[in-house]
């Protein structure tokens, strides 16, 4: 086999490789020769078709056969010759193909970049420490009492906080728009979930009662032809409900696991429940935190092909949000590639610099916190021991933990030597999403 590789641009490379003539048509030959034992063709036995005829009807076929796994066999051999590493699938292009002649292809694909770490040493970290109190406790429970809450006809004016039923028209001049009609939509006054200005032109208003609107869509809303623009919403409320809280008793307990009516009980497994958010919370934010600056401190050349694949794979993850595949879709026009990008070499360029400190560390995944993590998992299960057996039975659920742990193994690494400071905060503040916490 001869093989030769050109650089051609940045990651790319252009690989030409030779396979002498005679180790192809051998295992043409060989394969003619076996089907010729058993082949069934018109006016001849079984197994005494001529070997021309055998050529004539199969040969095609079979030499495409032998060729596909020749390429297989020798890209794999020829890159291990070579010591380059391809990022991603090859794009083959066979050169010769003629019986008789030596077989030759160029296979042109990407490497992975050659990755050189920064310091870090010189990171600067914030880590947020903050704790669960009491008065946490009772906004949690208010929350939870809220989403349990039952709505009641009230006799009254809305007030901010009731749900009103109401139909509403919406107009621009004077012509109805897309989406701006609905009738016996339940709005809750004050949620935010209408256009500015809208919920508040209902506050005061009683069931019968009718008003229009005069409202301005914002600037940066989603539909082009409704930004900005100046529209009138005529509504009718049909009916006010005022928002009817459970109370703290067994039967709201038991809707969250706690039995009997100790409210104290109940508090303490809110706690628990609270503390555990945030310290996923905080732990997420620190790592997020760490993989930000890993990023910035080096600049590393992303493989196409493996920015690519991240946005496939992005791409279809958002579609199982949405009930799966969609034949009839076109998915890329639908959410297209520019959507995920910015994600996707995010994604390419933390695995690359990760698995670049992984080994230049010598960072092995470590078997006690693997077990730790699926316990603390398992834990939310009725039969942890189940759960737990299950994962160390499953090689790739058992992984997808291993890969998670090893992150989390390079993020102490990195904190080990950056400069990191603590900041007091509180506990919605340290629960808060990252875009949101501003």
């Known amino acids: ?166 139909d509403f028209t919406g107009t621009k001049d004077g012509e109805e728009f897309a989406g701006g009609k609905g009738e016996g939509h339940k709005l809750v006054l004050g949620s935010g979930s209408m256009i500015p200005g809208f919920e508040d032109g209902i506050v005061g208003m009683s069931a019968g009662e009718e008003k229009v609107l005069a409202l301005s869509f914002p600037e940066d809303y989603h539909a082009e032809e409704l930004k900005g623009a100046a529209v009138e919403f005529a509504v009718k409320v049909n009916s006010v409900s005022a928002q009817e809280l459970p109370e703290l008793n067994a039967d709201f307990f038991s809707k969250y696991g706690v039995e009997g009516d100790d409210l104290q009980a109940f508090r303490d497994e809110v706690r628990k429940n609270m503390e555990r958010e945030l310290k996923n919370a905080a732990k997420s934010k620190l790592k997020n935190q760490v993989m930000d600056k890993l990023i910035e401190a080096n600049e590393v050349e992303l493989p196409k092909a493996l920015v690519e694949g991240e946005v496939e794979a992005l791409r279809n993850q958002m579609m199982q949000q949405f009930g799966g595949p969609q034949p009839q879709l076109d998915l890329k026009a639908l959410l297209p590639d520019e959507m995920f990008r910015e994600q996707a070499e995010r994604r390419v360029a933390l695995g690359l610099l990760v698995g670049e400190l992984v080994k230049s560390a010598e960072i092995k995944v470590d078997g006690d916190r693997v077990r730790s993590m699926v316990e603390e998992m398992a834990a939310a299960y009725q039969d942890p021991e189940e759960v737990v057996n299950y994962y160390f039975s499953n090689q790739q659920l058992l992984s997808g933990v291993e890969s998670v742990v090893l992150e989390d193994q390079v993020v102490d690494h990195i904190l080990a030597t950056a400069k990191v400071s603590e900041e007091q905060s509180s506990y919605e503040e340290a629960v808060k999403p990252a875009q949101n916490a501003e």
């Open 1 to 166: 086999m001869q093989v030769s590789i050109e650089t051609t641009t940045g990651l790319e490379r252009r690989m030409t490789v030779g396979i002498p003539a005679e180790q192809v048509d051998t295992e043409v030959n060989k394969r003619l020769q076996q089907a010729a034992k058993t082949v069934r063709l018109n006016g001849f036995r079984k197994g005494k078709v001529p070997m021309k005829v055998v050529k004539q009807r199969f040969g095609a076929g079979v030499r495409q056969e032998v060729l596909g796994e020749v390429i297989n066999r020798s890209f794999y051999e020829a890159v291990q010759k070579e010591s380059v590493k391809p990022a991603g699938q090859p794009s083959i292009e066979p050169k010769e193909m003629a019986e008789g002649k030596d077989f030759e292809f160029v296979a042109t694909f990407e490497v992975y970049p050659e990755v050189t770490l920064a310091d870090t040493s010189g990171f600067e970290i914030t880590k947020l420490v903050a704790t669960v109190e009491d008065a946490d406790i009772d906004k949690m429970i208010d929350v939870l009492r809220k989403q349990q809450a039952e709505w009641q006809v009230a006799e009254r004016a809305a007030a901010d906080g009731d749900q009103v039923d109401i």
